[in-house]
Structures are given as C-alpha cells and as structure tokens.
C-alpha cells in the first residue's frame, strides 16, 4: 500500500465498543490493539468505534466513557485518534 501511494485514511470500525466486562472486554480491547498495529504500519489515522447495541449491556455512560478513554490511551502513540459512530439503535446512545 505504502510503495503505490494511496493512503488510507480510517479502518473498518470496531463495532459493538464499550461498556463490555470480563473476557468479552478483553477481546474487544485486543482487536483493537490489533487494528491499531496494522493502522499504524498503513499510515491510517482514524479507527472508528461504534457503541454496543447488545441488551446485555448495561447502559453505564462512565464505563462506556473509560473504555474509550483506555482506547484512546493505547492509540495516542501512534498518532491515531478514535472516532465515535452512534448507532440510534444502541440501548444507551440517547445518553452520551
């Protein structure tokens, strides 16, 4: 990609982000580490992360807030910033 010149602006989002405990945080979480390595090596500068839309997610706006937060954190260094997609079918979206 880099050898032909395009240049990739934002990465398929990490869909069904935040809010999330246990393993199914951490999974979420190294998916995108791994999106965040391949941006990096691709020269992309935004990942965008939609909200989790499951039933099984409490709507709690301070944990979804500090999981975008330690996604953030992780991204910095690498100078990408995260964008956030609302979903109007999110349980929680009309109180972000």
């Not at 190294?30 to 391949?38: G, P, T």
């Not at 839309?53 to 807030?65: E, L, N």
Request: a positive charge; aromatic letters at 6%; charged letters at 20%.
């Amino acid at each position: 990609m880099k050898q032909s010149g395009i240049r990739i602006s934002a990465l398929q989002e990490v869909k069904d982000f935040g809010g999330h405990s246990g393993r199914i945080l951490a999974y979420k979480m190294e998916l995108a580490k791994s999106y965040l390595q391949l941006m990096a090596k691709l020269g992309c500068r935004l990942l965008i992360v939609t909200p989790a839309t499951s039933v099984h997610v409490k709507p709690d706006t301070g944990k979804i807030a500090a999981d975008l937060r330690a996604l953030a954190t992780l991204a910095t260094p690498k100078g990408i910033r995260i964008g956030f997609k609302p979903l109007s079918w999110s349980p929680s979206i009309n109180n972000y």
